[in-house]
Nanobody
Framework: QVQLVESGGGSVQAGSSLRLSCVAS??????????VGWLRQAPGKERQFVAG?????NKYYADSVKGRFTISRDSSRFYLQMDALKVEDTATYYC????????????????WGPGTQVTVSS
């Protein structure tokens, strides 16, 4: 199975930027039919979809981050550029794979990484 590891989280003030990285490694691989997503979970809340990318390059965003976050891919690395961060963006951010393709339902994702913490203060 493919393994995913996130990095790049931190503690910043509102209005700042962070860039999260997700590295995919073997023995498995990400196939062209897969959909890689960034999801987040805040304390006491359910995990939610943030952004995702098809291997064809099509990108999708949750309404709450549209215009502020940008997902990108470079080979087996996936990035989430987060600009104009808000206090409500505070959460643990995860990288995961939806093997059946596009989905915004966290239950459709697997191969979850350990996550990286993002804390935004006012």
């Amino acid at each position: 199975q493919v393994q995913l590891v996130e990095s790049g989280g931190g503690s910043v003030q509102a209005g700042s930027s962070l860039r999260l990285s997700c590295v995919a490694s073997g023995p498995g691989r990400i196939y062209s039919s897969h959909f890689v997503g960034w999801l987040r979970q805040a304390p006491g809340k359910e995990r939610q979809f943030v952004a995702g990318i098809r291997m064809s390059g099509n990108k999708y965003y949750a309404d709450s981050v549209k215009g502020r976050f940008t997902i990108s891919r470079d080979s087996s690395r996936f990035y989430l550029q987060m600009d104009a961060l808000k206090v409500e963006d505070t959460a643990t951010y995860y990288c995961a794979v939806a093997r059946r393709g596009y989905s915004t339902n966290p239950r459709d994702f697997s191969n979850w990484g350990p996550g990286t913490q993002v804390t935004v203060s006012s």
